[in-house]
């Protein structure tokens, strides 16, 4: 035995040494955390920031940082150097028993009585939430051009990030009329990346130059703008309304210089722009879809048996046609004859986006049940679901990078969040990378194939959590702790 450290007055629960081993941090039932010289086994500093039982201890992967977790469902962060604390972390509803850091990206995992794993966003030097958004999010573009992303919502703001980091570049809040909610419903980027659409609760247009940092309002629908697309050729930008007109705003050095109103029905919830021809899908609470000639004004083709659409998306080569639509499907239609090749079923609630993937033969979809699926056309069966967002997910967006390939996810949680599709063998599987905000975030679908130290118990409450595949390694059960009562 080199040392014997004695300090706390009851049972310890948790024990971790620094990445560099110079330091051994102790958590226990006194409420107290301490943290010991490994040379010589002597007392550096005591925290008693815990006002319950202190059950968990972690260091960074950077070693800079130590966080400590307990009973008092608070997750406390202290600098190794100063010993100051950094930062408190709130949200879990139970008892904090799991600490983890991802030493990728120093990000904090903790995990709970409450049934949730929480992501929290440390920094090398801070540590606190990158915010974005103060409400729901409604949309969210990508530009290929400038690798940026613009998200907007009902805080009346659109924000824009870099893909990669999930740094926040910018955040514009547009003006709306007196008298009416403010908020923003759909946003779109042109093809050159130099300009930003934002469609209004008030019914305002407003388009952003990136480059100049101005906007211009216009104000000719007469209620809240629901959805807008830019033709691939960025002289085209079409909006639609809950007033029923879709207008066609012929488009020049990004400035609208001629508007043509192209039908009016009943509400209009998305419109999508055919890739190469200059043809607008557009539907809404009728039943039918209508493929327009924007340059012409006129009806190309109906497809049919298509209720309450709420979302509409070509793929890359224009000869597919998602739609989601009444009773919770997606219907694939091949755009030159109007049949419908397939159904995708999956959802249970009202589905508010789809998006074909650029890459793959792939078609993502989100539900108001806070449920993303990632479909396989060949298999015409989810590929994979992401489970676990904190309400509704509104917006979808696929985004590539160089050699990378994401998607973009945001709603009801106020969350924006990055996803990287990795290869694992002939798999691919959507990791998430970034997030500004992360309230909490439930593990569900996780994966503990191959996975070490995992008791018994605990491989049960992960496959009741329906947690795929089968642990490396199962230990016997501590009779302390008995996960069951």
Not at 112 to 138: A, C, E, M
Not at 195 to 209: E, F, K, P, R, Y
Not at 275 to 304: Q, R
Request: glycine share 6%; charged share 15%; proline share 3%.
């Amino acid at each position: 035995i080199l040392h014997t450290l004695n300090y706390h007055r009851r049972s310890i629960h948790g024990i971790a040494f620094s990445p560099n081993s110079q330091y051994v941090a102790t958590a226990s039932d006194d409420n107290a955390v301490c943290l010991w010289s490994v040379t010589t086994g002597s007392l550096i500093r005591e925290y008693h920031d815990h006002t319950e039982a202190a059950t968990c201890v972690q260091f960074s992967a950077d070693g800079l940082y130590l966080a400590s977790s307990g009973w008092d469902k608070f997750i406390y962060l202290h600098d190794i150097n100063s010993h100051e604390l950094v930062n408190t972390y709130t949200g879990h509803t139970a008892w904090v028993y799991a600490l983890a850091f991802n030493k990728e990206t120093n990000q904090l995992l903790t995990g709970s009585w409450d049934h949730t794993v929480r992501f929290w966003s440390v920094s090398t030097r801070t540590v606190q939430p990158l915010y974005g958004h103060t409400d729901k999010i409604n949309a969210i573009a990508y530009s290929s051009v400038t690798h940026q992303i613009v998200s907007a919502g009902w805080d009346n703001t659109f924000c824009i990030w870099d893909t990669a980091t999930g740094k926040l570049q910018a955040c514009i809040k547009p003006s709306h009329q007196p008298g009416y909610f403010p908020g923003i419903l759909t946003v779109a980027y042109s093809p050159d990346g130099q300009q930003i659409a934002a469609g209004q609760v008030d019914a305002t247009l407003d388009l952003w130059s990136v480059a100049e940092k101005s906007m211009i309002d216009i104000h000719e629908h007469r209620q809240r703008i629901t959805c807008l697309a830019y033709h691939s050729s960025g002289q085209h930008l079409a909006t639609a309304s809950e007033d029923g007109f879709v207008f066609n705003y012929k488009m020049f050095e990004g400035e609208p210089i001629a508007r043509m109103k192209l039908f009016n029905k009943a509400e209009v919830n998305s419109v999508a722009f055919h890739p190469t021809l200059p043809h607008l899908a557009a539907g809404g609470y009728w039943d039918e879809v209508s493929l327009l000639n924007v340059e012409k004004a006129k009806m190309v083709c109906i497809f049919k048996d298509t209720p309450d659409v709420t979302s509409l998306d070509f793929n890359l080569t224009g000869n597919l046609l998602a739609v989601a639509c009444d009773k919770n499907t997606i219907k694939i239609f091949d755009v030159e004859t109007q049949v419908c090749l397939s159904e995708l079923k999956g959802h249970s609630k009202r589905i508010n986006k789809v998006t074909f993937c650029p890459q793959h033969a792939w078609l993502a979809s989100a539900d108001d049940d806070g449920i993303v699926i990632i479909w396989s056309l060949s298999s015409k069966k989810p590929h994979q679901i992401l489970r676990g967002f904190t309400g509704g997910v509104n917006a979808l967006c696929w985004a590539q990078q160089q050699n990378s390939l994401y998607l973009l996810t945001g709603g009801q949680d106020k969350a924006l969040r990055c996803w990287q599709i990795q290869a694992y063998g002939l798999e691919h599987r959507a990791i998430m990378i970034w997030t500004n905000y992360q309230p909490s975030f439930v593990s569900a679908d996780a994966s503990i194939n191959n996975t070490k130290n995992l008791s018994a118990k605990h491989t049960q409450l992960f496959k009741q959590r329906r947690a795929q595949g089968t642990p490396a390694l199962v230990i016997s059960d501590h009779k302390r702790y008995d996960f069951d009562r």
